[in-house]
């Protein structure tokens, strides 16, 4: 699955999400993980989807969280959940441009350690 088509379902849980379990997210404030390397400028889309993260991608989030253009992408991308044209502002984030390849790999340790947590239909 190419990073684009990711960052579409990205938002599609994003926001079915938000819409769906009742748990405030108007106010994304960042989340810290079990070190201050690991945080996340909100939540990616739910609790259990973030200690996911950061048991399992801890080394993904602390570089893209070094690396300037990736944490402004992430947090750009996580300030869109539950907006109504989610997808769209997501996209918007990227400026037309490619993922930041920290993003890439933090989106790419998402989907291989914690897929059924953070990325499971909604029902």
Known sequence: MTVLARIAQ?????SAVACSDGEDRSAPTSTPGPNRACTLPGTY????CDQCL???????????NADGEC???????LDC???PATSGCVF???NGE?????MVAV???SFDECESVCFSPVE
């Open 71 to 77: 944490a402004g992408t992430l947090a750009c991308a």
């Open 10 to 14: 990205l938002a599609v849980v994003l």
């Open 45 to 48: 889309g739910s609790a259990a």
């Open 92 to 94: 918007a984030c990227f």
């Open 81 to 83: 959940e539950g907006t």
């Open 98 to 102: 490619e993922a930041p390849s920290a």
């Open 54 to 64: 950061y048991a399992r991608c801890c080394a993904e989030l602390a570089a893209c």
């Open 107 to 109: 989106d790419d340790c």
